[in-house]
């Protein structure tokens, strides 16, 4: 510790993790990249689906919480996002994204009020599952001189939220469809679980359950005089069979930009052939113990609760354990503390992520990379806790 | 959508979660709520233990992130910090820290240059157990004319970083005391594991053979002429076995000024018995099925990986799932879908969390109360990935 300051206590900052057109080894850690070749295809492949089967693609911002990737996917022809959170949808709003559905029910008076205002800068739609919710929304909508266009949620197997009769779904639509404030445009359904069913066959058949589901809710709202303009719902996961079962207007799939160790598990058709775009880039920083050596990367810059992540781009290699800042590394097999095969001290290694969604939400800023050179940082923007 | 603005897109913005005075059931959600005298208490409990062991206790600011937490912490006599990372510490230089120990290895260019800025502000310590590592760190010291203070970090039982043999040890303490820029003050020695080991007889048991393998270091060290004058180390769950030892010089406790599930599972001595404090606040959003309600909150508010999260301050509830923004909360038992005793759509419900580092990790401020009414937000200044 020296008296004189060099700079300024104020103004010390570390140093951006990475600079335009450096090399992606020069990429300071933990830090998210993004391989936009990678995430070009995955773009092309999920839009061509869905524009395949006539079918629109509502990309799950969720997933990213990235401006500058919503407004890429919109670019390339996606109808518009979903967000699952009203302050996670005001910097797409800000972006210049139009067309958002908060893919969720919206509870509470400062919620509302801001919803309320975005709905005079974007084509804004929300979800309801109970008459109350239902009500307070049209009243902070008739208060800010507005409306909002309503999907009633329907629990298609996910067992959260929605409503699970189609008595409750037509008694929510028709109030939206008379109450001024709130406009019924259709169903919101969901199937969370199937996404990560890992055989073909058996997504394929739940996915024809939930189908035949939804019909029967489209059946009695019709049959009440309703137009059901909007039936949105499907993931990565399910994407393929929704997007033929001919119900779906939209698909909210998100992760297929990215692709995490728990989608990658999936089996794919090869038009869906999704590519790993998304790394976790962390720094060996420890190599005390023969056999093993610790990356600076740990559980506040991914998570673990699906599983712990994989090395990618050069075989041989185990995650042993993820700490709170440190990633324990052993060569496969791991019996007699091997170490050929490790990283060296100071080495970089690209994780693949457990879980995409919560691991954006850790970080303030992505970068994005081709042919191994640094292009741009993109701030994921909508981080947080999410209100 | 109406083509009126009222405000203008870029000056809108959701109301922050909470008003100073404000009662605690207003806060907007999710959002993390310190109790002050629960965490009063904790403050006085462990500092009061640490003093009557003649042990310093140098906070770990990895738990909370937060620089109000740490200020208070040395209010109460903390002898300063731990961080685990150099851009974690630098908001807490800038609140007025000014003994900040990195207890975790620094390894790359752009770290280590910000690391030596630091020492120009605070009286700066980083961990070592690679002699190339020592090496680079005294090269960056040297090149910004200062130095730094060289813990030298030995494994004990962890199995992540640290040296494992005395030779080892030796030689980088030599090392740090006799090159310019770098200067031996001791050894890091935590221990992980021993912290959630529930038995206060099994954690003594190994808290004592950590501090007889300390001993040994400090023997070799001290037999070949220098001087460990820092021996840090110990969390919440084992200061009570490492404080009264006579080896630890400081300990590195850091949950003990909130609890959270996992620690609360352990046993305490009556002297440690240290309150809840924090709670993540949530909202039921969903009551849409029998037998279940649905919390706004969910892998963006809180982490999983040490379990699921307990509801406090009410009985009968227990958390059923956790997902990316929603918890499920179902009636204990739960066989026959029983609602009675389930909170209603827009109640609050605060949750302990299962892990309280990660948690603080996930949010940008915090909110305290006392006596049911809202203090202050203090911002958590060091959230992030962690460079």
Chains 1, 2 share one sequence.
Not at 157 to 173: I, M
Not at 175 to 203: D, I, K, M, N, W
Not at 222 to 227: D, N, P, S, V
Request: proline share 5%.
């Amino acid at each position: 510790m020296t008296s004189s300051p060099h700079t300024a206590l104020t103004a010390l900052t570390l140093a951006p993790p990475a600079q335009a057109g450096a090399a992606l080894g020069t990429i300071d850690t933990p830090t998210l990249v993004l391989d936009l070749d990678a995430f070009d295809t995955n773009l092309t492949r999920m839009q061509a689906w869905a524009d395949q089967h006539g079918v629109g693609l509502r990309a799950h911002a969720k997933a990213h919480k990235c401006p500058q990737i919503a407004l890429r996917q919109i670019e390339r022809g996606a109808i518009g996002i979903c967000c699952q959170k009203v302050g996670e949808a005001l910097p797409f709003v800000q972006a210049g994204v139009k067309d958002i559905l908060i893919s969720n029910q919206v509870v509470g008076a400062p919620k509302l009020a801001l919803l309320a205002e975005l709905t005079r800068h974007a084509r804004m739609a929300v979800c309801v599952d109970n008459a109350e919710n239902l009500n307070a929304i049209a009243q902070a909508m008739q208060a800010a001189d507005t409306s909002i266009d309503i999907l009633v949620e329907i629990d298609v197997g996910q067992g959260r939220c929605g409503v699970n009769t189609t008595d409750a779904a037509l008694a929510l639509a028709q109030y939206a469809h008379t109450t001024p404030g709130v406009s019924f445009r259709g169903l919101q359904a969901y199937h969370g679980a199937v996404q990560h069913v890992r055989e073909p066959a058996a997504r394929a058949d739940i996915c024809r359950d939930v189908a035949a589901r939804i019909r029967r809710y489209v059946d009695v709202l019709e049959a009440a005089g309703l137009t059901v303009s909007t039936i949105s719902g499907a993931g990565t996961g399910s994407a393929q069979f929704d997007a033929a079962s001919g119900i779906y207007t939209e698909l909210q799939a998100g992760s297929y930009a990215f692709m995490d160790a728990d989608y990658a598990a999936n089996e794919w058709p090869s038009a869906l052939q999704f590519e790993p775009s998304l790394s976790l880039l962390a720094t060996v920083m420890s190599v005390a113990t023969p056999g093993r050596v610790v990356l600076d990367a740990g559980l506040k810059a991914m998570t673990t609760e699906s599983g712990l992540p994989r090395v990618m781009h050069r075989a041989g290699l185990t995650v042993r354990q993820v700490n709170d800042e440190h990633t324990v590394l052993v060569v496969d097999g791991d019996a007699s503390g091997e170490s050929a095969g490790l990283p060296a001290l100071g080495e970089k290694v690209h994780l693949m992520l457990p879980h995409v969604d919560p691991a954006f939400n850790l970080h303030d800023v992505l970068v994005t990379v081709r042919n191994g050179q640094v292009m741009e940082m993109w701030p994921i923007e909508a981080r947080g806790p999410g209100r």
